[in-house]
């Protein structure tokens, strides 16, 4: 029998339980890097995983704007230019 699917991606991904390991097995990572275990340096809140952890409602709300955007079956014509940003906002197009 199929398997039924998720209904977001969050549940397919294994849903907060997922993330929250995600989140731990991702900041003890940064510890371990010398170069990414800086903004840790200070330590961290007791929530922190949490916090990181709660970065799925946001992907989540990303994700759903993107596709209201791009009905089913939507194709992008090939050959459109492409918006390029830099830090001080819209530099031109490229394409």
């Known amino acids: 029998m199929a398997q039924a699917l998720a209904s977001s991606v969050f549940a397919y991904a294994g849903g907060e339980r ?3 390991a995600l989140a731990a097995a ?10 990414l275990k800086h903004p840790f340096s200070r330590g961290t809140r ?7 952890a709660g970065l799925r409602a946001y992907m989540e709300w990303a994700v759903q704007e993107v596709l209201s955007c791009s009905p089913p079956g939507a194709r992008v014509p090939s ?7 830099s830090w001080d906002g819209p530099a031109g197009l490229a394409g």
């Open 18 to 20: 997922a993330f929250r």
């Open 46 to 52: 007791a929530d922190h995983v949490e916090r990181l």
């Open 79 to 85: 050959g459109l230019p492409v918006p390029r940003w």
């Open 26 to 35: 991702h900041g003890r990572r940064c510890l371990l890097d010398p170069v």
